[in-house]
């Protein structure tokens, strides 16, 4: 069984198909797939799909570049969502500074507030880290006693790969390790200790070669894990085994 860990199965590019996108990823040998929120009303959707298809859980959380968007009470929404057992984890939450119109106080206060709510309930937490390396490591390493933390999409060099396991967390890989040009991602997916991974898909985003250009979808999590088991020498099966094996601890119930 594989687990992809990062889904948007909320978004519009699946409203039309989604029980079909699930009978594809069980065929493919995609146990469970963990769909991921990025608002408050995106993570109302993401527990309610959990809350349909046994097979899917739920993160839910504030995706830095919907922060200036999320409304006062966002850490109490989030509370009572996370009183369901479908939730997994929270997020996604963390930096993104690519663009200079972003707001980077309220990023850094709603990533706080959120890891906050982590400690609280004792959940781990799903980051995501675009253009800000610092003040994500500066704003989470205090917390770092207290929970875990995986950087999804990781696309980092394998030093600060090493500062993030330093830290007791993990990193994440997706179609992105396919990609010819994609050296720094084949380096860490080679070298990254077996304890300190996941796959996932982030669909409907970055499809994996050979679907690159068309709808990503957890089905192709399986590619990931090919691609991955042949850059480290392995089985298929034995990263499947490990990946699913480092899921199932970092995420509540798995």
């Known amino acids: 069984m594989v687990v992809d860990t990062h889904a948007h199965l909320d978004f519009p590019e699946f409203e039309a198909d989604l029980p079909q996108v699930l009978e594809r ?28 298809y046994p097979n899917v859980d739920a993160v839910i959380g504030v995706h830095p570049t919907s922060a200036e968007e999320a409304p006062d009470d966002f850490v109490t929404r989030l509370a009572e969502m996370a009183a369901d057992p479908r939730v997994v984890a929270l997020g996604e939450t963390g930096l993104d500074y690519h663009r200079e119109s972003f707001d980077k106080e309220k990023q850094a206060r709603v990533f706080r507030r959120q890891l906050d709510l982590a400690c609280e309930l004792k959940l781990n937490v799903v980051i995501h880290q675009r253009d800000a390396w610092e003040d994500t490591l500066a704003i989470l390493r205090p917390y770092s006693k207290d929970l875990r933390a995986v950087f999804h999409c990781f696309g980092n060099s394998i030093a600060q790969a090493e500062e993030v396991f330093s830290l007791g967390h993990l990193i994440s890989f997706t179609g992105i390790v396919t990609f010819k040009n994609a050296g720094v991602v084949k380096d860490n997916a080679k070298n990254v200790p077996p304890d300190r991974y996941m796959v996932e ?17 957890p089905a192709h999590t399986r590619r990931v894990v090919e691609v991955i088991a042949a850059l480290r020498g392995e089985s298929v099966e034995r990263v499947e085994a490990q990946s699913t094996r480092n899921a199932a601890g970092f995420f509540r119930g798995l």
């Open 201 to 217: 898909t982030d669909c409907p985003f970055l499809a994996p070669d050979p679907f690159r250009g068309r709808r990503c979808e």
């Open 25 to 52: 990823a069980a065929a493919a040998g995609i146990g469970r797939v963990i769909t991921i929120g990025t608002s408050v009303e995106g993570s109302g959707r993401a527990l309610a799909i959990a809350n349909t």
